[in-house]
Structures are given as structure tokens and as C-alpha cells.
């Protein structure tokens, strides 16, 4: 059974941080790419970041460049998500989700074929 479990959204202050977790059993993180989405109220899923492969070479997309960082914990097949200077337009529900760790583009959604169900993150004074 495939399963991928977000967690540690919550409430945080503008100009917070945030750490996000996600597992994914049963899977080896070495042979996949894992990334990040969110999903606002009434916009589309958007990609934040990916990490891939053995090598954890690590992309971001603009929102997030130089206030998230995606690591990995190969042992826990976790993947973690750090957001730092968090502003109210990173309110959203976000998603871990996986991929084949080739071809495409990292944030091309309909390549990536497990998800999960989301965790809420909420930027708000």
C-alpha cells in the first residue's frame, strides 16, 4: 500500500517559519523525486520544491527560492520541507507527492503519480 503522510502545518505569523514533513512508505527515496506543492484557495497547484534521486540535487520554483529548503532523510524515507520569512501568499494546503526521478520537468504535475493528502499552512497575524 502507498502511502504518503504530510505533516506540521499549522498557524504561523507572517515573517515565521515552518517545517514540513512528509513520508513516503514504502518507498526508497535513492530511486524517486520528491516534491512539493500547494495549492491556494481558487488558484491552481503550484510546484515549490523537488528534490531527486540518490544525489538530492534540489530545484525551486521562484516563490520559494532563498526562503525553503527541501532535504531528505533517506533511513526515514522522509522528506522535509523548511519555510523561513513566511508571508500571507504562502497560505495554502501543501502536498508532498512523488515521481520517476527523469524526464520532464520537476514541477510538471501530471508526471508525478503518488500524492498526498496535504497539510494546511495558514500565514496570519
Known amino acids: 500500500q502507498v502511502l504518503l503522510v504530510e505533516s506540521g502545518g499549522a498557524l504561523v505569523q507572517p515573517g515565521g517559519s515552518l517545517n514540513l514533513s512528509c513520508v513516503a512508505d514504502?518507498?526508497?527515496?535513492?530511486?524517486?523525486?520528491i516534491g512539493w506543492f500547494r495549492q491556494a484557495p481558487g488558484k491552481e497547484r503550484e510546484g515549490v520544491a523537488c528534490i531527486v534521486g540518490k544525489d538530492g540535487r534540489t530545484y525551486y520554483t521562484g516563490s520559494a527560492k532563498g526562503r525553503f529548503t527541501i532535504s531528505k532523510d533517506n533511513a526515514k524515507s522522509a522528506v522535509y520541507l523548511e519555510m523561513t520569512g513566511l508571508k500571507s501568499e504562502d497560505t495554502a494546503v501543501y502536498s508532498c507527492a512523488l515521481r520517476r526521478p527523469f524526464g520532464g520537468t520537476w514541477f510538471q504535475i501530471d508526471e508525478y503519480m503518488y500524492w498526498g493528502q496535504g497539510t494546511q499552512v495558514t500565514v496570519s497575524s
Open positions: 514504502p518507498f526508497d527515496l535513492d530511486h524517486w523525486a
